[in-house]
């Protein structure tokens, strides 16, 4: 008998088949269920490698012995014709099933692939990622500065890299640290594909970093190691640097010299200064004085401790600038102390697109916008998926009156950051300019949901029920918004002046004297528009028009604030004098278009003109600002009043009476019961308009105190 025959009796050439049967379907149950127990990939080479091994065993186990009807046995007749037919029998039934649950498999494993190829189609991005927090496992409270430190870095770090489509910022990514929703709902919810989960332990100077990068659709491990190294900042940084090029790696991406530069990077090898900063991050986040004053504290001491700490320093100009919008801190004070921190930055590390960041934000601040813009450009570049940058570039282009660009902008960074309450205020005060009051109402809505201590969005929603007309529910919002937000003064002045607004004087005053004694003010005391929306409904103006001769001290921009009261005071010459040597470049004929934020004051330069006698400039200079305003088509400061003063210059008083009907004029009635309008309420019809405004506001105040607490969402 030849050796193939035998190898035939002897069911080898079956055993072999089934072995390979069988393995295979080991190695497809192995790759789902190994997946789904979390456990590393070496427990699947393993696997393999055992299977392998197997093989020329069971091969010799095949020879040596038989399936016999009582079990198996040695063979000992190896030169019978053929053997036992139960045998061959067993062997065929075994390969049969093995072969079924093979198909069974394949058919399953098909159906899988196509769902989770649809499903990748509709996560988003092939490279979009959120890491989620870090797991402290030895839950040793020391080491939680380290855990979220690691975390806040790794996500900077990620965020500069171009070849990545979305990188979740961190206030996003922190606000699942306490989830138990799937991975896959959370990658639905933040559109990626790819969540990156992670546990750091400690075991006396040593710990255990795990990661492992998840393909949201299908649960599918794309990428895992663990790494054990002493508890020293240059391992753990060393350690983010190899997690960031492995993830990349993963994802299939390419990184570029300037990335592995980046990467490269160590920021600091003094663990305290580490601490400081990460402090300083969290508190700067929150936007409130006491925390930014906190924050500023924290990267001051960082970079004492480390005077080559690049992020420290930035941090250092971005709570100098927030400061100014959060506190009573003069703008012009901050630019000195910010020029330094971004200077230092820049030394250190030219290409950092946090600190190009902060010094677009200084130019823009500065009144530099062509430098700004390009700053913000370059900064973007750097740091493709740092939303600050884009947030910060939105506030720019949205004063340069280019909305749409703004809220592409800002939906760009809402797009990696959309938990950040201050994106949510941001874009929808473009909304509310562009006119789109329902979609800003939404925005505001979801944000205080998820942010409901973030005093901004209530004052968003304030000025959305202003716009409407609602002044009675905005001055609930108002409240809440101050009360949340005790050290702002914007927070602050704007509650009083809705009091003054409606018409509550009484509390409008007590609410403006203890605004003076908590921020005092570099400027003259009283020159606010809160006294001007007293004094003109008192009929006092003239107590409120401060000499004209002890202006002097004032900066630019009041003294055009001061003009502007001039001329509601009727006092033309003086409100020409204080406007004119402010912004002469206002006054050139023909004339410049008109920016966005410069509305008012061109409309009442076309007041002016017209006062004097000059009605073709004052003709030309309503023509620019209806040019202006066909191309912006959403209401600003100002905006409101361009039908009202257009229609009043041509006598027109049944088109100005119905301009005052309009929503959007009820918050500014007051300024028609200035001196300038005197002659103009002489019209019956004008007069009238008037007066409804008047017992409008009257009817809210009423409605307001009747019932002052904010309703719940």
Same mark, same amino acid.
């Given at each position: 008998m030849s050796l193939l025959q035998e190898l035939k009796r002897r069911n080898v050439y079956r055993v072999g088949i089934a072995y390979l049967a069988a393995s295979w379907v080991a190695l497809q149950l192995a790759d789902v269920v190994l997946e789904n127990l979390g456990l590393p990939t070496w427990a699947f080479k393993a696997l393999l490698a055992l299977i392998v091994i197997g093989f020329p065993i069971a091969l010799g186990l095949a020879w040596v012995f038989e399936l016999t009807p009582e079990g198996v046995k040695r063979d000992t007749a190896a030169g019978a014709s053929s053997p036992p037919a139960s045998a061959g029998q067993y062997v065929q039934l075994a390969i049969t099933a093995i072969l079924a649950i093979a198909v069974g498999l %394949? $058919? @399953?494993? +098909? /159906?899988?692939?196509? &769902?989770?190829? =649809? *499903?990748? *189609?509709a996560v988003g991005d092939e490279r979009s990622i959120v890491v989620l927090p870090f797991r402290n496992i030895t839950a040793v409270e020391d080491d939680s500065f380290f855990v979220d430190g690691m975390h806040d870095y790794l996500l900077t770090q990620l965020a500069r890299l171009g070849t990545l489509d979305k990188v979740i910022a961190r206030s996003t990514s922190e606000s699942y640290r306490a989830t138990d929703k799937p991975l896959q709902q959370i990658a639905d919810e933040l559109g990626v594909s790819t969540v990156l989960t992670g546990g750091f332990q400690r075991a006396g100077d040593n710990v255990r970093i795990n990661m492992q990068l998840v393909r949201a659709a299908t649960g599918q491990a794309l990428?895992?190691?663990?790494?054990?190294?002493? %508890?020293?900042?240059?391992?753990l940084f060393d350690t983010q640097t +190899?997690?960031? =090029?492995? $993830? @990349? &790696?993963?994802? =299939?991406? @390419?990184?570029?010299?300037?990335?592995?530069?980046?990467?490269? =990077?160590?920021?600091t090898s003094v663990s305290d200064a580490f601490e400081k900063y990460s402090q300083g991050r969290t508190l700067l986040a929150r936007r409130t004085a006491p925390d930014l004053r906190a924050a500023l504290e924290n990267f001051e001491q960082a970079v004492e401790l480390d005077p080559e700490f690049v992020l420290a320093w930035v941090g250092i100009a971005d709570a100098q600038s927030l400061l100014t919008d959060y506190s009573d801190i003069e703008a012009e004070t901050s630019f000195a102390p910010r020029r330094r921190a971004i200077d230092r930055a820049l030394f250190l590390d030219p290409d950092s697109g946090e600190a190009l960041t902060a010094l677009a934000d200084l130019r823009r601040d500065q009144g530099d916008d062509e430098s700004a813009e390009t700053f913000f450009r370059r900064a973007i570049e750097r740091s493709p998926h740092y939303p600050t940058a884009r947030h910060w570039f939105a506030l720019l282009l949205d004063k340069q009156g280019r909305l749409e660009d703004a809220l592409e902008q800002i939906r760009k960074a809402r797009d990696t950051d959309p938990e *950040? &309450?201050?994106?949510?205020?941001?874009?929808?005060?473009?909304? %509310?300019?562009?006119?789109?009051y329902d979609e800003a109402d939404r925005v505001m809505v979801d944000g205080i949901r998820s942010n409901p201590d973030f005093h901004n969005l209530y004052g968003s929603r304030a000025e959305l029920f202003m716009l409407r007309g609602r002044l009675d529910e905005a001055i609930r919002w108002q409240n809440e918004g101050a009360r949340l937000a005790p050290t702002s003064p914007e &927070?602050? !002045?704007?509650?009083?002046?809705m009091q003054a607004i409606l018409g509550m004087l009484e509390e409008a005053q007590a609410c403006a004297d203890q605004l003076v004694e908590d921020f005092p003010r570099s400027i003259i005391p009283g020159m606010t528009e809160i006294d001007l929306i007293m004094s003109i409904q008192r009929g006092q103006i003239d107590s409120f028009l401060i000499p004209i !001769?002890?202006? #002097?001290? %004032?900066?630019?921009g009041a003294k055009v604030g001061m003009g502007q009261a001039y001329f509601l005071g009727n006092q033309i010459s003086d409100a020409r004098a204080l406007i #004119?040597?402010?912004?002469?470049?206002? /006054? $050139?004929?023909?004339p410049n278009p008109v920016a966005p934020f410069d509305i008012t004051t061109a409309l009442i330069i076309a007041g002016i003109y017209e006062a004097q006698g000059n009605v073709e400039d004052a003709r030309q200079m309503l023509q620019a600002v209806d040019a202006s305003r066909a191309t912006m088509p959403y209401v600003i400061t100002g905006g409101e009043f361009a039908p009202t003063i257009e229609a009043l210059g041509r006598q027109d008083y049944e088109a100005a009476a119905r301009s005052l009907k309009e929503p959007v004029m009820l918050h500014v009635w007051w300024v028609f019961l200035s001196p300038v309008f005197e002659q103009d309420r002489e019209n019956a $019809? /004008?007069?009238a308009a008037v007066e409804g405004l008047r017992n409008e506001i009257a009817r809210q105040r009423e409605a307001y105190l009747a019932s002052p607490t904010l309703a719940p969402l």
């Open positions: %394949l $058919v @399953v494993d +098909k /159906f899988r692939s196509e &769902a989770a190829t =649809q *499903a990748d *189609a990428w895992a190691n663990t790494w054990d190294r002493r %508890l020293t900042l240059e391992n +190899k997690i960031s =090029q492995e $993830v @990349v &790696a993963a994802l =299939q991406g @390419v990184l570029s010299e300037q990335d592995q530069s980046q990467l490269a =990077q160590m920021p *950040a &309450a201050i994106l949510a205020t941001a874009e929808a005060g473009f909304l %509310l300019r562009s006119g789109n &927070a602050r !002045e704007n509650q009083c002046e !001769e002890n202006l #002097e001290p %004032l900066p630019d #004119e040597g402010s912004r002469p470049d206002l /006054f $050139v004929m023909p $019809v /004008f007069a």
